[in-house]
């Protein structure tokens, strides 16, 4: 009889993975993910050029081909130099890093303050609720570019207004999921039975509730990643997210958008696509992530 | 074969338009026009514009020095009087001849057109009275004496006093009021489009090259190269940096890049309290203001290597500057041609000067306002790094940046000087000499330099006629400048069009763009 309990909460997990990897969708993209991840977390060791240290970068070198050599170091420029003399290569991993930082960090800052609001939302009712869940519809009903960019002219470039921004602009998706989730889980006999052993409120949300919320939060959770990637790209290439000495993705795109017609292709191609990479990898992730937690695919 | 197949369209379409408006002239041009009104405001744009229809009494030639314009012959009757003799040919599209009259008429309204949001007032400062002494001759008294008058003057055009008297600026801009006296004749005005010319065969000058002109406003960079290799227009101006590599190698296309006087100027900050902006290695503020030291601004002046940022960067587009003008402008010093590059020497500058390991320093840089800052910055910031001065780069919108420059808030900054004038003491007036709002002195300073033997110069050649001697005082000026690195100028950009390739394209007043730089070839 004690091996039950066990069984019935291993089973559930192991087959979620099961059926995870099952797609090839899925496979590709976990792969392709691990790769930037591997190739973001270990920038350093990879890259063969800081393009951070402006002594190391060489105007000299600006706007090399994929494949040249540099003439005062002896770094090859596998995919070429921007107009600075970085090399692109170096520049995507270290863009990588900055990318999904950003990324990671917003979508978990957020999560962790939306998640919680949305709880206290569901808990409360009444006034609270309301309050909560109409800042939650005016968020997401503004277009979040023009919030961003409204954001970051008061605020002024750098990475960390644009995770605030972010921040700002995602936890409101959050809170409406965990609150939904919230509300169907406080009819469960489960939550009466905590309440009637008389167990601390923040106990039960966050011991019993929360758990029980977590599938459909971390499938936003994914999706957000990709979000947020994109949001970065986006202001970063109108020149208001990463300083201009130390590009991220969407900076070097901007960089180098008005080379394409005079043939200097590699200057935005190589970060475009590693961009492109990223957001479809983490959608291909996300999106599997919900066929397989969600009840009603299983059907 | 999409690549071939638009060069082929692209030949056919230029081919075509050669054949259907041989003597037509079709402009695409970048600056802005706010209005056809000459006098309205002093804008690049407007300044192309009235060129074609309102000439001046006199005119500025490409590099420096005058050329008559209405007037044939000028000359001082004392320090603060001038006389100009009025040419008797010029005649109005409207058969009334140009007079004396005219000239002070518009001497006056140019100082108060309603709705002018940049007058042209400035360039009429030192002017005491405008008087008429005969039909063909103006005496114009100065309140002290001002060498600089008659190229002041050259900016302001002159319309007809029996027309102009009751005119508003919307009736020259629907045409009611466009009787000119121009080698071109107003056809039509589409606000924010185009402006239609035809010749004018009442001019008093040489007879316009173009049955027809369409002078249209293509602000877009891209845009404009895309009409000009679409055969939408003839020619172009303000071609892209980026585009000019590309430009060069098409064979349908001609490039025509000529010496400009506009500079990209580094100022650093003279402000004796330390700068925020300038930290020690581990981001602690220093004591007192690095820059103030004359060893440590020349190392800065010598850690960069200015051709590179012409050649990489600029792509060409740019030439290396050592001082405010140009070569062979007046005014330029040719001893201080180069500065030799020397990376070495400059961190053995800085050490002598107590920074053995060198300082942090932010610049700052807006982000649209003057071409290519944003990346010359961040080459320069590369050269001081190297020397042991780590440079940040901060680019901020234009807006925020000026409020900032104008408060001496940063520890570098960046200007882009026009050298409108032609000549040295321009420069020397608004961005050397030391601050003095009363005066109108250092309007552009924004470093606040200081120094006595520049301010003495300037005052000096502002009271001297003769030229070769106000040239000496302002080559001596870019001596002691220099010396002292109180400015550290980088390039001078160069004026680009882009043209069919049978049309030759010269440089007019610098980088004015108008269809009389514009002729066939034969």
């Known amino acids: 009889m004690t091996t039950v309990p066990a069984a019935s909460a291993r089973r559930p997990a192991n087959s979620a993975l099961r059926r995870f990897l099952r797609a ?41 081909q994929p494949g040249s050599t540099s003439m005062g170091t002896d770094i090859t420029y596998l995919l070429g130099t921007d107009g600075q003399g970085r090399d692109l290569f170096s520049a995507i991993l270290y863009g990588l890093r900055t990318s999904l930082t950003v990324g990671v960090g917003s979508a978990l800052l957020a999560g962790l303050i ?33 919030v961003a960019l409204l954001m970051l002219a008061l605020l002024g470039r750098g990475i960390g207004n644009v995770v605030l921004t972010l921040v700002l602009l995602e936890w409101a998706y959050y809170a409406r999921t965990a609150r939904a989730q919230a509300l169907v889980e406080r009819k469960r006999d489960y939550f009466e039975a905590a309440r009637g052993l008389g167990l601390p409120t923040s106990r039960i949300l966050l011991r019993h509730v929360l758990p029980n919320c977590l599938p459909p939060l971390l499938v936003i959770a994914a999706l957000q990643v990709a979000r947020a990637i994109t949001l970065e790209a986006t202001l970063s290439f109108l020149g208001l997210g990463a300083p201009v000495t130390q590009p991220s993705l969407g900076l070097l795109i901007a960089n180098g958008f008005q080379f394409m017609l005079s043939g200097e292709y590699w200057i935005s191609f190589f970060p475009g696509l590693t961009l492109l990479a990223a957001i479809v990898a983490i959608n291909l992730v996300g999106d599997r992530l919900r066929e397989v937690l969600d009840p009603r695919a299983l059907k | 074969m999409t690549k071939l197949s638009t060069l ?12 259907a408006a041989a003597e037509d002239l079709r402009i695409g041009f970048a600056d802005p026009v706010s209005a056809i009104d000459p006098q309205l405001n002093n804008y690049a744009g407007d300044h192309s514009v009235s060129q074609h229809f309102f000439p001046a009494i006199v005119a500025q030639k490409t590099i420096g020095g005058m050329a008559p314009g209405l007037a044939t012959a000028w000359k001082n009757t004392s320090p603060t009087t001038w006389e100009f003799k009025i040419r008797d040919k ?41 008087e008429v002494k005969d039909p063909q001759t103006l005496v114009i008294t100065t309140k002290e004496p001002d060498p600089l008058l008659p190229i002041n003057i050259s900016s302001i055009y002159i319309v007809s006093k029996h027309i102009g008297q ?12 466009m009787v000119v006296d121009g080698p071109y004749a107003f056809v039509s005005y589409t606000p924010g489009d185009r402006i239609e010319m035809k010749r004018n065969d009442t001019y008093w000058g040489e007879k316009a090259e173009w049955d027809k002109v369409s002078y249209r406003y293509i602000a877009n960079p891209a845009a404009r190269t895309a009409a000009l290799l679409s055969g939408d227009v003839d020619m172009i101006d303000k071609v892209s940096f980026s585009d000019i590599e590309k430009l060069e190698k098409n064979p349908k296309v001609k490039v025509w890049s000529y010496p400009g006087l506009r500079a990209l100027i580094l100022q650093p900050s003279f402000n004796p309290a330390p700068s925020k902006f300038i930290t020690d290695k581990a981001g602690k503020p220093l004591d007192k203001n690095p820059l103030l030291d004359v060893r440590v601004r020349r190392a800065l002046n010598m850690a960069i290597n200015r051709e590179a940022i012409a050649d990489r960067v600029a792509r060409g587009g740019v030439t290396v500057a050592t001082q405010w003008m140009p070569a062979d402008t007046f005014g330029y010093n040719p001893d201080y041609a180069k500065i030799a590059v020397d990376p070495t020497k400059a961190k053995a500058l800085l050490a002598e000067a107590g920074y053995p390991d060198g300082f942090k320093l932010t610049m700052h840089v807006p982000g649209e306002r003057y071409p290519l800052a944003p990346e010359t910055a961040q080459a320069v910031a590369q050269f001081w790094t190297r020397i042991g001065v780590e440079t940040q780069v901060e680019v901020v919108p234009f807006s925020v ?13 960046v200007i882009g000087w026009g050298n409108g004038t032609g000549e040295g003491t321009y420069a020397m007036t608004s961005i050397l000499a030391t601050n003095d709002n009363a005066r109108g002195l250092g309007a552009s300073n924004w470093g606040r330099y200081s120094n006595p033997k520049l301010d003495e110069a300037l005052a000096k050649a502002g009271a001297e006629f003769d030229d070769p001697k106000r040239e000496a005082i302002i080559k001596d000026a870019v001596k002691v400048v220099m010396d002292d690195v109180g400015i550290i100028p980088l390039y001078h950009y160069k004026n680009i069009w882009a043209s069919r390739p049978d049309l030759k394209v010269v440089p007019w007043n610098s980088d004015r763009t108008v269809a009389m730089q514009v002729s066939k070839v034969k």
């Open chain 2, 8 to 19: 082929a369209l692209s030949a056919a379409l230029i081919a075509f338009a050669g054949a």
């Open chain 2, 166 to 177: 009751t005119a508003t600026t919307d009736d020259y801009n629907s045409g009611k009021a």
């Open chain 1, 24 to 64: 090839p969708s899925a496979l590709i993209g976990l792969g392709l993910l691990g790769l930037l991840v591997i190739g973001a977390v270990f920038a350093p060791q990879i890259a063969p050029q800081n393009p951070f240290d402006l002594a190391a970068i060489d105007v000299l070198d600006a706007r090399l």
């Open chain 1, 114 to 146: 939306g998640i919680l609001l949305g709880l206290i939302a569901a808990w409360s009712g009444g006034f609270i609720d309301a309050l909560i869940m109409r800042l939650v519809d005016l968020i997401m009903s503004l277009p979040s570019i023009l």
């Open chain 2, 401 to 413: 940046y000026v409020t900032g420059a104008n408060k001496n808030d940063y520890a570098m900054s």
């Open chain 2, 90 to 130: 010029a005649v109005w599209t409207d058969g009334k001849p140009v007079t004396a009259e005219d000239i002070a008429f518009s001497y006056e309204r140019a100082q108060n057109v309603p709705g002018s949001v940049a007058s042209f007032k400035s360039f009429l400062r030192s002017v005491a009275k405008v």
